[in-house]
């Protein structure tokens, strides 16, 4: 019962950063109906970022809290400039060819891989080790890692944050109006433009988060962290139905308790099979997704 | 008058002609064996295996350009396939000890099926899910290898046999290079003849638009399963050559990066150019072999490369021949032959394009189509209410309404595009709901579009041509091993698809894409790729919309004339005057109920259209002032 809640644990756990990158897929594919496979690199760029303001500045000798916080938000400003800048000089003028926009994408996600491996070397490089993410806590029974909750939270809140966006606010209910007929939200006066690049900013600001907190999470960070990443996050955004903010959040916990689950109990080797199976599985027996899509139907 | 000069220049130049001979086997057999002997004949075994290696990853690109470049597929874990063609001939020569040259067509077989079962249940969702399946199935199946202890798991297959043909054996680099040429040649001859067969022509529709695709007739859930079953087939024979130099085999040799790659050779080679993916994977290999710091950047730079080329030049290095079928327009250069042929000439007095002899459904003036109570309800919206209607062969009826009255919907329903939630719908005796859109089709039920959806990469003839396909009884076994029946029905279907479009008075620009034209000409190719199905039933979605007057009196001509071979012809318009000079009969559709039927003028008269169209209170002139 205790192994089976801790897998559980973990699962939410991963289950988080899959559904917060998901969020950004899922808003991209939502407006534009194109798959940015570099968007699971963005997520690479922002950890190294955080890494260097962490070990090779100043910012590391201030105390634990104030000096995430400060990398974060570094890191979180940077990835949002070079997402709108991929978007303006590089994705902007293929958004109506999209067989090259993901060509292009899927360019950009090794030419990223690329760039850091030449500037941080093809080693892994290491967090500072925080005592938070290494003590644990008796929650009802189990042991649980103390940094596990601060992900899951962490996550839970920033979630709680987009869907009253994207229900709440007017840029919200323009982006949803936008997913459902192009035309007919410009015609009512919606700037696309800008709301593609709102899509892209929020989406690099969640990426970065990401980034960011498995850096603190998992201590070890690597140039290939990305794009697996990426894939998984956006088998879990069509897994709970694309273009659907509530149906990120499920698909993204759902992945990561099934990987956790096939590690724990199956094989660690055979767990990214068994995603990308779950995928097909569910992409035949239900192409809408388990919440549904919320992308208009197109002929 | 440019575009019949460049027919000609393609006519006569000498790389069309080379890539005739590069459909032909001994042709492009010879090609390749040709440069292994000379690379042979410089005695360098570096070299051998460097060319072996670009042998392999132009087989891939080939492979991947059939499903990719052709049908527009973004297949990205190509190597999946590459992985199970060069595991059955390992596990066939290693454990079962056959010989070499048998694993290749079980390696073959194998990964075709492998490819219908991946490919039946992901080709028919919609094109991008596809991307991330591919790079799913290319992880499964390289974890699969991984831990399979039987196939040595982690560690591989070892040692591969050297190829043996009896007794004698391909045991040095220069006899290795000499087998490798040869499988290129194969590779190269069969997907050049893919490419220029109906069948290539099909798949380039689909890339361009698949929707439009099925409705104009082509089976594309059958044509996307081919060209991806085709191009794992072809990664196969690339995994076949692979096993046949290695030493060894083993999962890290099939990583999603080698996907990758490949899709690089195929983007910078130019999507659908044979020859591109031939000097994309030669520039691949060789580069960086001749310059260091290249190798160590190679990912960086190609990336770099990819993003650049697809940015400024989508078509890549070589790009693609438009039109393949340039040498086969006799009819083409009869239509130029007199220097009158401009965009200005009224079209000719429509002749009627001679079809092969198709047994008409029903009599002329008999009921053709039979709509029966069809009801069409999206949501709590009832587009569609209990429509009963009947279009008799050889006469036009004109269907009209306000905006949103239904006739759209309408003609989906009849073109199988949405099934009706009740009711039926009869083509003479067949029925038609509940059957798919390129069944329909072939049925003889040809429509346009409200929305011009025309084949944007494609000519105006070749568009033409697309329709053309359901009538073809040709198959894969003909484009691969027939080229000379794949040519005769070539040149009959460019015949035919010229003649329509000189009946339509744009003949001379057959070699245009659709960009270049104006509203009114892409209307009338929608006109002729209809007909060019052979249609019984013509269903045109307001095809008088953009066009002025005298291309209007040209339009009620064609029309007629086409009516008048016993086609029945179902149009939609809001010009009511050219509704009342054509239609035998109009039909008026509003909020999804018809409201009347009967001759054109009295239906205008009638007061329940007037209030369709003006309200209720007001009276006023019938002009159609929609």
Redesign the interface.
């Known amino acids: 019962m205790d192994t089976l809640l801790q897998t559980l644990v973990s699962g939410l756990t991963v289950g988080s950063f899959y559904a917060l990158v998901a969020l950004g897929y899922t808003m991209v594919y939502g407006i534009v ?3 940015n ?1 570099a968007h699971g690199d963005l997520v690479m760029v922002a950890a190294f970022i955080g890494w260097f303001v962490l070990d090779r500045t100043p910012v590391g000798d201030l105390p634990p809290v104030p000096q995430i916080a400060i990398a974060a938000a570094i890191s979180i400003s940077a990835t949002v400039l070079i997402s709108l800048g991929l978007l303006k000089f ?1 994705y902007r ?2 958004i109506n ?4 926009f ?3 994408a ?3 996600a ?2 990223l ?3 850091i491996k ?1 500037v941080f070397g093809a080693g892994d490089r290491a967090y500072p080790p925080y005592t938070i993410s290494t003590e644990s806590i008796d929650l009802l029974g189990i042991t649980v890692n103390r940094m596990d909750l601060v992900v899951i939270g962490l996550a839970a809140s920033l979630m709680i944050g987009m869907l009253y966006f994207v229900n709440r606010t007017q840029t919200g209910m323009a982006m949803r109006a936008l997913a459902v007929d192009h035309d007919a939200a410009r015609l009512m006066g919606i700037n696309v433009k800008a709301l593609i690049a709102v899509a892209f900013g929020i989406g690099a600001a969640l990426a970065a988060v990401t980034g960011v907190l498995s850096g603190v999470y998992y201590q070890r960070i690597g140039f290939e962290m990305g ?1 697996m990443l990426g ?1 998984k996050a ?2 879990a955004a ?1 897994v709970g139905g694309i273009g659907n903010v509530a149906g990120a959040m499920v698909g993204g916990l759902l992945i990561g308790v099934l990987e956790a689950g096939v590690q724990g109990y199956l ?1 660690g ?2 767990s ?2 068994f ?3 779950t ?2 599985l569910v ?2 027996l239900r ?1 809408r997704g388990l919440l549904g899509e919320r992308v208009a139907e197109s ?1 | 008058m440019s575009a019949l000069a460049s027919a000609h220049s393609m006519l006569n130049s000498g790389s069309l002609k080379a890539r005739m001979a590069m459909t032909s086997i001994l042709g492009a057999v010879s090609f390749t064996v040709i440069i292994a002997l000379i690379l042979m004949g410089l005695g360098s075994s570096y070299w051998m295996v460097i060319a072996i290696s670009v042998a392999t990853y132009a087989t891939m690109g080939l492979g991947l350009n059939v499903v990719l470049g052709y049908a ?1 597929l ?1 297949d ?1 874990g190509y190597a999946a396939f590459f992985a199970i063609g060069a595991y059955t001939s390992a596990i066939l020569t290693v454990n079962l000890e056959w010989n070499y040259f048998l694993s290749i067509p079980i390696a073959i077989i194998v990964t075709g099926l492998a490819g219908i079962v ?1 490919g039946y ?2 080709l028919r ?1 919609r ?3 596809l ?3 591919t ?3 290319g ?2 199946v390289r ?2 290898f ?2 399979w202890q039987y196939v040595g798991a982690s560690r591989g297959l070892y040692p591969l046999p050297n190829p043996e043909l009896f007794g004698f054996k391909f045991d040095t680099p220069d006899l290795q290079l000499l087998l490798t040429a040869v499988l290129l040649g194969l590779v190269i001859a069969f997907v050049n003849r893919l490419g220029i067969s109906h069948i290539g022509r099909a798949w380039r529709a689909i890339r361009d638009d698949d ?1 439009a695709a099925e409705v104009v007739g082509i089976p594309t859930l059958r044509l996307k399963i081919g060209a991806y079953v085709m191009g794992g087939a072809i990664g196969a024979v690339a995994g076949a050559i692979f096993a046949s130099r290695s030493v060894a085999i083993d999962p890290s040799n099939f990583t ?1 990066f080698v996907s ?1 790659q490949i ?2 050779i195929v ?1 910078l080679g130019g999507l659908g150019s044979v020859r591109g993916v031939l000097l994309a994977a030669t520039i691949f290999v060789v580069l960086p072999e001749i310059l260091r710091e290249v190798q160590e ?1 190679r ?2 730079i190609f ?2 490369l ?2 650049v080329m ?2 400024y030049r ?1 078509s890549g290095l070589i790009g693609e021949r438009v039109s393949p079928d340039a040498a086969a327009l006799p009819s083409l250069n009869a239509v130029g032959s007199g220097d009158t042929a401009t965009v200005a000439e009224p079209p000719g007095p429509p002749e009627p394009v001679e079809l092969p002899g198709k047994e008409p459904r029903v009599a002329r003036g008999e009921a053709l189509l039979r709509i029966e109570k069809v009801t069409q309800q999206f949501g709590g919206l009832t587009a569609l209410d209990d429509v009963s209607l009947t279009v008799r062969s050889g006469e036009v009826l004109g269907l009209i309404g306000p905006n949103g009255a239904g006739k759209t919907t309408l003609v989906n329903a009849i073109t199988g ?1 949405r099934k009706p939630t009740s009711g039926e719908i009869w083509l003479g005796d067949e029925k038609l709901t509940g059957t798919k859109p390129h069944r329909i089709a072939k049925h003889g039920v040809a429509r346009t579009f409200q929305a011009i959806r025309l084949f944007p990469q494609l000519s105006a003839i070749d568009n033409v041509i697309a329709g053309e396909y359901q009538a073809a009884h040709l198959g894969v076994v003909d484009a691969l091993l027939r080229p000379r029946r794949e040519r005769r029905h070539q040149a009959e279907t460019v015949e035919r698809a010229m003649a329509l479009l000189d009946q339509l008075g744009i003949a001379d620009s057959a070699l245009r894409t659709p960009a270049e034209l104006s509203y009114a000409d892409r209307r009338r190719i929608e006109i002729a790729r209809a007909l060019a199905s052979d249609p019984e039933l013509l269903i045109l979605d307001e095809p008088a919309a953009g066009m002025n007057p005298s291309e209007k009196r040209d339009l009620v001509e064609i029309l007629r004339s086409i009516a008048d071979r016993g086609i029945g012809i179902l149009l939609i318009e809001h010009d009511m005057p050219l509704v009342t000079r054509i239609s035998d009969r109009a039909a008026v559709l509003d909020q999804g109920r018809m409201i009347a039927l009967g001759k054109p003028d009295a239906v205008l008269r009638d007061q329940r259209v007037i209030d369709a169209y003006l309200g209720s209170a007001s009276k006023g002139d019938d002009d159609g002032s929609a």
Do not use: C, H
Not at chain 1, 97 to 100: C, E, M, R, T, V
């Open positions: 109906r194109l798959i496979f590089i003028s293929l060819y999209p067989l090259g993901m060509i292009v899927l360019s950009v090794f030419a891989q690329e760039i030449r794009f894939l956006f088998t069509v094989s080797t055979w990214d099979a995603i990308f199976g995928l097909i992409l035949y192409p002929t | 527009g973004l990205m991946i249940p992901t969702l094109p991008d899910y991307a991330i399946v790079i799913g199935f992880e499964v974890t699969a991984n831990n929707f999603l990758v899709l690089m983007v950047y990912t960086l990336s770099l990819v993003i697809v940015k989508p595009v």
